[in-house]
């Protein structure tokens, strides 16, 4: 069974921190080799924050966070976590986990090749 369930969303203020997880089932991480995040704003199309390949841990960034989140994996805890730091409020967002299935090692930050969609978490940063 696919099954993506994030948590660790808030409201903080602006410079603050948080730290997002996600977990996924058995079936999920044995048909995946990739795990990312993605966020949508209202009224925003929805963009990829970060990205893994899990068999390596090769990682991609959108250049709007780079250098303030990072994603990290515990394969023992089928765990993928996203520690924002220096959060900003354009950061305020739905944060979605999601997992690909085909993705090359360098994983694009495009939803196309993500397959398996979590319910998201709100991220709220106030200035």
């Known amino acids: 069974q696919v099954q993506l369930v994030e948590s660790g969303g808030g409201s903080v203020q602006a410079g603050g921190s948080l730290k997002l997880s996600c977990v996924n089932s058995?079936?999920?991480?044995?048909?995946?080799?990739?795990m990312g995040w993605f966020r949508q704003a209202p009224g925003k199309e929805r963009e990829g924050v970060a990205a893994?390949?899990?068999?390596?841990?090769?990682?991609t960034y959108a250049d709007s966070v780079k250098g303030r989140f990072t994603i990290s994996q515990d394969a023992a805890k089928n765990t993928i976590y996203l520690q924002m730091n220096s959060l900003k409020a354009e950061d305020s967002a739905l944060y979605y986990c999601?997992?690909?299935?085909?993705?090359?090692?360098?994983?694009?930050?495009?939803?196309?090749?993500?397959?398996?969609w979590g319910r998201g978490t709100q991220v709220t940063v106030s200035s």
């Open positions: 058995e079936y999920t991480n044995y048909m995946s080799n990739c």
């Open positions: 999601a997992a690909g299935r085909w993705c090359p090692r360098v994983v694009p930050l495009d939803a196309k090749y993500f397959v398996y």
């Open positions: 893994i390949y899990t068999a390596t841990g090769n990682t």
